[in-house]
C-alpha cells in the first residue's frame, strides 16, 4: 500500500473546522494522506492515536485522516465533504486520541452528517 500526504485533503480539514465551528478540533493535530492499494471499500478512515502511546513518546493526542484513492477520488465534491465530516464526527470533545462509535446515546452520524454539511453549505452560500 502507498501512503501520500494530501494536502487538499487537510485543506478541506481546515475549512470545514472553521466553517463548522468545531473548536474542540485541533487541525494542526490532524494529518491527512491519501493511499492506493488498500482492499478496503471504504472511502475514509480516522486513525487514533492512544493515550498509552501520547504518554509514552511524550506526544499531544492527534488524529490521521486518510482517504483512499481509489473510491474517494471519484466522489464529488459535495461527496467528499459529507465523508470528511463523517470522519471529523469520530473525534470526540476532548480531544483525548480515542474514537467515538458510529452510534451512542441518542447519537447517529449519518443524520448528523446530512445536518453539519447542510450548515457547511448555507454558510458556505453567505461567503
Known amino acids: 500500500m502507498e501512503w501520500y500526504e494530501a494536502a487538499d485533503i487537510k485543506k478541506d480539514i481546515e475549512n470545514l473546522v472553521r466553517v463548522l465551528d468545531l473548536p474542540h478540533i485541533d487541525s494542526s493535530r490532524i494529518f491527512c494522506y491519501r493511499t492506493n492499494g488498500s482492499k478496503s471499500r471504504s472511502y475514509a478512515r480516522i486513525w487514533s492515536f492512544p493515550k498509552i502511546f501520547q504518554t509514552a513518546l511524550k506526544i499531544k493526542s492527534a488524529y490521521v485522516i486518510e482517504v483512499l484513492s481509489k473510491h474517494f477520488d471519484k466522489l464529488n465534491p459535495?461527496?467528499?465533504?459529507?465523508?470528511?465530516?463523517?470522519?471529523?464526527?469520530?473525534i470526540p470533545k476532548n480531544f483525548s486520541g480515542a474514537l467515538l462509535p458510529h452510534r451512542g446515546r441518542g447519537r447517529h452520524l449519518g443524520s448528523l452528517v446530512n445536518k453539519l454539511?447542510?450548515?457547511?453549505?448555507?454558510?458556505?452560500?453567505?461567503?
Do not use: P, R
Open 117 to 127: 454539511f447542510k450548515e457547511y453549505k448555507k454558510a458556505e452560500s453567505l461567503t
Open 78 to 90: 459535495d461527496e467528499q465533504k459529507k465523508v470528511l465530516i463523517h470522519e471529523l464526527l469520530h
